[in-house]
């Protein structure tokens, strides 16, 4: 196994914004009680003012603080991987690549964002912070960050995760945060949900609407979201900006990008930096490949409109694919891939044929993840493993076509709070969730009617 490294000073000073590139623009988020776009005092009861600065900025490169760079660098710049026994195991002539963002104190990618929101809120005053999580990751990084600049957070744990990562919501109290199985008790939303559905597993919408709804309940509090809005998508380039800088040490470039996608921001904070040379025209002949989970296959099988980010509808409405903001996912061990719906930036890239879709069912990538670990002795999240499988399969098909293919895919979190689904797997108990269209049908049928284009 070969390594990249780079210093402390080659750290990226900047966030790339990928507005200014896109092929077109976005369409506007729309205020979920009229259906207007919104602005800047629409969001001012939700976020801190630097964040939806950053959410509506058309500035290429925006400028990270002194601050937060302090913070980064207790794991940034982050190592890059030649998986060369892998390749061996493989017999394939691809170079594959893997950016490994489990350095962090949180084991994953979060706390990329989570650091700079904690700061932010913090020199605006506020006291507090709610969230949702899923899997657990950015409940973690946000009560990491959160306990760095003195701000306390709350956090809304899908139930269905709670139940099967105990020790995901040991360390977010460890660090200071509270955690709650979602849905609760503490919320209308919350309650609401479970006197329809007492046994509810919860959701990544259920969740943001308990989050939502406490923090616009309180003065004090702030919200603080980990994945598909822009400033969050923001926040996380600094992981293909440094893979672009440790790839030119290593004398190459990537035929093909791979992440998994829950939201997107580990999938954008990859890939973008690499888009941008796509979309500018630097480099053309790179593909972006996003691999989701089966269970809840976003780009694949959903539709591109507007909807709710969160079940009761009390968060901004967002042009996305979404499965509707009604629905509830199997609950499989990739909880950070549980999302209805995917950030507005990769759904029109994806649209626009920028980026390629694939679903993997649970027990492939888990084959996968078992193999690297054998290989090249790291144990990735459940998440992770979809990207690996789609970089696996790009190397079979190098072998296949006999060509040389320069592959680089996201390692974007540590399974070490996953051993229970490994064992699962191991011992032949791990199922595979098919989804039927008509319950996909069902969820889609309950979508706001806005006049919004579909697709």
């Known amino acids: 196994m070969k390594k990249f490294l780079l210093s402390e ?10 507005l200014p590139d896109l092929p077109k623009p976005l369409q506007p988020p729309l205020h979920p009680a009229t259906h207007e776009p919104i602005g800047a005092e629409d969001l001012r009861p939700l976020l801190p003012d630097a964040i939806i600065a950053q959410e509506f900025s058309p500035e290429r490169w925006i400028d990270i603080p002194d601050e937060v ?10 190592p890059l991987y030649r998986a060369d026994r892998l390749e061996k195991a493989l017999d394939t002539p691809a170079k594959i690549y893997f950016k490994y963002e ?14 700079p929101q904690a700061f932010y809120s913090a020199r605006e005053g506020v006291r507090r912070l709610t969230t949702e999580t899923g899997a657990g990751q950015w409940g973690s990084a946000l009560s990491f960050a959160g306990g760095l600049f003195g701000v306390d957070v709350t956090v809304y744990m899908v139930r269905a995760s709670y139940d099967q990562k105990p020790h995901r919501r040991s360390l977010m109290r460890t660090w ?20 329809e559905s007492p046994d509810s597993p919860g959701s990544l919408g259920m969740a943001i609407s308990e989050a939502v709804e406490d923090a616009l309940a309180h003065d004090d509090t702030k919200y603080a979201l980990g994945s598909a809005l822009n400033h969050v998508v923001l926040h996380q380039t600094v992981i293909g900006l440094e893979a672009k800088r440790q790839l030119e040490m290593a004398g190459d470039y990537p035929d093909v990008v791979v992440g998994c996608v829950g939201g997107g921001s580990n999938y954008a904070g990859l890939t ?3 888009l941008a040379d796509a979309l500018t025209g ?20 959903g539709k591109l409109t507007y909807d709710y980010p969160d079940t009761a509808g009390l968060g901004p409405l967002l042009h996305m694919r979404t499965l ?8 499989i061990h990739a909880g950070g891939l549980r999302f209805h719906g995917d950030a507005p930036t990769l759904c029109l890239l994806h649209d ?5 879709a694939r679903a993997y069912r649970q027990s492939e990538v888990f084959t996968e993840a078992v193999r690297f670990a054998r290989t090249e002795g790291f144990v990735m999240a459940p998440e992770s493993s979809h990207a690996l499988r789609g970089a696996v399969e790009e190397a079979l098909a190098a072998k296949e076509a006999g060509e040389a293919r320069t592959i680089l895919f996201g390692f974007s979190g540590h399974g070490n709070f996953d051993m229970g689904a490994f064992d699962a797997f191991l011992a032949g108990r791990l199922e595979d969730h098919e989804l039927p269209q008509e319950q996909i049908d069902a969820a889609l049928a309950a979508l706001p009617r806005v006049g919004a284009p579909t697709a």
């Not at 760079?69 to 982050?78: C, L």
């Not at 200071?176 to 979602?182: H, K, L, N, T, Y």
């Not at 509707?324 to 609950?331: K, R, T």
């Not at 626009?352 to 390629?356: A, D, L, R």
């Open 352 to 356: 626009e044929g920028y980026v390629e």
């Open 272 to 274: 973008y930096p690499f």
């Open 102 to 115: 489990a350095v962090s104190p949180a084991g994953s990618h979060k706390p990329n964002t989570a650091v």
């Open 282 to 301: 630097v480099r053309t002949g790179t593909r972006f490949v996003a691999a989701e989970p089966a269970a809840c296959p976003t780009l694949t099988r």
């Open 69 to 78: 760079r302090d913070a980064y660098r207790m794991w940034r710049p982050s």
């Open 324 to 331: 509707g903001h009604g629905f509830i996912p199997p609950p």
């Open 9 to 18: 000073q080659e750290m990226p000073t900047q966030w790339y914004n990928i």
């Open 176 to 195: 200071g945060g509270e955690v709650f199985a979602s849905p609760s008790t503490r919320t209308a939303a919350g309650r609401a949900i479970l006197a």
